[in-house]
């Protein structure tokens, strides 16, 4: 029974970690510091690359978009493995100058949170900072609905009573997977 309590206890805080944005304190491209946690409020798109990773130009260019026309959501650029300078460098070779808020991650410590597998990739939180669902790359479904700034139009049907999704596909960026 004492080890079945225990089992429990630990599925509990094992899930916990997963359901809530990450409690990170991270530097902003400008240098000032946030905390993850003080995006609340509003839906997150929170868009997890690294300048080595296949894609992430265009979906940058995409995510300016969406932050330009999506009031009613935080949009964050979060870089990993990365220093600033390494961010302004990959905005300047793509030719934007960043609409969305920029978070550096060069210690990659959102893997200690959600198991990052495929980058690019887009992590979507609600108002209250719960985790609805993660996508490889920056997903159709967001795009699509670029001109919409209705709170539905951001498919949040995700929140089923099945629970969120993890999607995970195997790439070149296992150097990402801690332990």
């Known amino acids: 029974m004492r080890l079945l309590g225990l089992f429990l206890a ?14 990170l304190s991270l530097e902003t491209l400008d240098g000032s510091k946030v905390s993850l946690n003080q995006f609340k409020g509003k839906k997150i798109v929170l868009y997890v690359w690294s300048r080595t990773c296949a894609g992430h130009s265009e979906q940058l260019k995409l995510l300016n978009e969406l932050s330009e026309k999506r009031k009613d959501l935080y949009v964050i650029s979060y870089a990993v493995a990365m220093m600033r300078e390494d961010v302004v460098k990959s905005y300047r070779d793509i030719g934007i100058s960043p609409e969305f808020i920029t978070v550096l991650d060069p210690e990659v410590k959102f893997n200690d949170y959600y198991r990052i597998v ?4 887009t992590y979507l939180f609600d108002e209250k900072g719960r ?24 498919l949040l049907s995700s929140i089923a009573s099945s629970g969120p999704t993890l999607i995970s596909l195997p790439t070149k960026s296992w150097a990402f997977v801690k332990g």
């Open 10 to 23: 630990l599925l509990l805080v094992s899930c916990t970690q997963r359901e809530v944005i990450p409690p």
């Open 118 to 121: 495929f980058l690019p990739s």
């Open 131 to 154: 985790f609805i669902k993660s996508y490889p790359g920056l997903p159709e479904d967001i795009l699509s609905n670029l001109n919409s700034s209705s709170s539905n139009s951001l």
